[in-house]
T-cell receptor, first 109, second 114 residues
Framework: RKEVEQDPGPFNVPEGATVAFNCTYSNSASQSFFWYRQDCRKEPKLLMSVYSSGNEDGRFTAQLNRASQYISLLIRDSKLSDSATYLCVAGGGGFKTIFGAGTRLFVKA | GAGVSQSPSNKVTEKGKDVELRCDPISGHTALYWYRQSLGQGLEFLIYFQGNSAPDKSGLPSDRFSAERTGGSVSTLTIQRTQQEDSAVYLC????????????FGPGTRLLVL
């Protein structure tokens, strides 16, 4: 079992749609969680951190469920520019940071 | 300010040759990471530096891989006797102090081993 698992997609949605991604992690000792965005042939960039209380940044909402060991990302009112791969990240035990393989999103006009 | 930079941006080499990849982290960032990303895959953790020390080398795939960091800044990742399966994008990231903080990535080095 992978330490961080994501549905690879792709998710194909029309502009304006709401889309949600889930991610599960296996290390119950994980303390830090993030969502990164990676555009094709580019480096990953931080989208948002994920806090225990949940957090929102504009059209993006992230939530953490420690009991079930999953984190989620909700994107409302999807834009064409949201098309990318979304990487779930869990800070593993010690120093290791574990990235999921990513979920691909295509937003179409 | 300047972000993380990596060089070369692309490297083509022949099987069996050694290659050296360079990473310049953001100034003042004490934590530095190397990852590998194969085509269509996620990021594979290779090694983490805190200052010049590498407390976690667990991700290095084999003893052909080594890395060092000097002056708490520049890091080099060396791959000896390259193999075709080493072909990937090698990404470097840095964070201010600790692994649990935001990591800022460089553009990567695309390595192709023929």
């Amino acid at each position: 079992r992978k330490e961080v698992e994501q549905d690879p997609g792709p998710f194909n949605v029309p502009e304006g749609a709401t889309v949600a991604f889930n991610c599960t992690y296996s290390n119950s000792a994980s303390q830090s969680f993030f969502w990164y965005r990676q555009d094709c042939r580019k480096e990953p960039k931080l989208l948002m951190s994920v806090y225990s209380s949940g957090n929102e940044d504009g059209r993006f909402t992230a939530q953490l469920n420690r009991a079930s060991q999953y984190i989620s990302l909700l994107i409302r009112d999807s834009k064409l520019s949201d098309s990318a791969t979304y990487l779930c990240v869990a800070g593993g035990g010690g120093f290791k940071t574990i990235f999921g393989a990513g979920t691909r999103l295509f937003v179409k006009a | 300010g300047a972000g993380v930079s990596q060089s070369p941006s692309n490297k083509v080499t022949e099987k069996g040759k050694d290659v050296e990849l360079r990473c310049d982290p953001i100034s003042g960032h004490t934590a530095l990471y190397w990852y590998r990303q194969s085509l269509g895959q996620g990021l594979e953790f290779l090694i983490y530096f805190q200052g010049n020390s590498a407390p976690d080398k667990s991700g290095l795939p084999s003893d052909r891989f080594s890395a060092e960091r000097t002056g708490g800044s520049v890091s080099t990742l060396t791959i000896q006797r390259t193999q075709q399966e080493d072909s990937a994008v090698y990404l470097c990231a840095s964070s201010l102090n600790r692994p649990r903080e935001t990591q800022y990535f460089g553009p990567g080095t695309r390595l192709l081993v023929l």
